[in-house]
């Protein structure tokens, strides 16, 4: 099984930024890649930008950015001068390759809240 851990979530102000972590952990896998979406009340979960094994990121919203840190196994969503409608709660995704076979895990989500 494997485990995706979002964190970095808070209260923020307009204009502030945050760094979101998910952390994938579990058994061993050879690759990953993910994917981070966001809900917001009363609407459909909204893919936000995915990055690859290879650490090519795509997709991503323009003051957003999503890097890597394979050695640690976690992923960050960095977001910059945030706005209210940013508010939603945060969720990684990730498809993991273990063993030649193709899995794919939701993280908890974590609440970001910007204020205006």
């Known amino acids: 099984q494997v485990q995706l851990v979002e964190s970095g979530g808070g209260l923020v102000q307009a204009g502030d930024s945050l760094r979101l972590s998910c952390e994938v952990s579990?058994?061993?896998?050879?690759?990953?890649?993910v994917a981070w979406f966001r809900q917001a009340p009363g609407k459909e979960r909204e893919f936000v930008g995915v990055?690859?094994?290879?650490g090519v990121a795509d997709s991503v919203k323009g003051r957003f950015t999503i890097s890597r840190d394979n050695a640690k196994n976690t992923v960050y969503l960095q977001m910059n001068s945030l706005k209210p409608e940013d508010t939603a709660v945060y969720y990684c995704?990730?498809?993991?390759?273990?063993?030649?076979?193709?899995?794919?895990?939701w993280g908890q989500g974590t609440q970001v809240t910007v204020s205006s």
């Open positions: 995704y990730a498809e993991v390759v273990s063993r030649g076979t193709l899995s794919d895990y």
């Open positions: 579990g058994r061993a896998f050879s690759t990953y890649t």
């Open positions: 990055i690859r094994w290879s």
